[in-house]
């Protein structure tokens, strides 16, 4: 349920954009800051879609997992409440010590989890790129 709410959002999101294209370009706001967006909600929905499906088991349960799920959701957070808010934000600081930790916990996992440590990369680049297109103005 989760995943399939994702993909309406995303859906929605593109939606309103191209809503936002047809209007006349006089009228046209942000188109700037919400190409990235759009673009960027679309890669996260699909490397995340993907991460779930190719875990069959949990081995992101470690503490590092934790914190760096935690940084992520605290940068998207922050982005969104920019976006609410037209406010402006500091810049997005990848979390790399602890990304570096799951990558090798995820080397070290069971068989059959070759390249997930790459498409955590994937991942944490897609939400830096959100947190800079709702800083950008």
Known sequence: APRRAAEIATGNAEAA???MLAE????????GRAFPLVTHLRRLNQHLTALIARLETDPMKSASAKALSAALKSALDTA?????????????EPPETILVQ?????RH????HEG??????????????????????
């Not at 006349?24 to 188109?31: K, L």
Request: proline share 5%; charged share 20%; aromatic share 6%.
């Open 17 to 19: 954009f191209q809503r």
């Open 24 to 31: 006349p370009r006089a009228q046209r706001r942000n188109i």
């Open 80 to 92: 969104n409440g920019a976006l609410a808010q037209d406010a402006t934000i500091p810049p997005f």
């Open 102 to 106: 799951v990558r090798g916990e995820l």
């Open 109 to 112: 996992a069971a068989a059959g």
């Open 116 to 137: 997930l440590g790459a498409l955590v990369g994937r991942i944490v680049s897609d939400v830096g790129a959100i947190h800079f297109a709702a800083a950008s103005k």
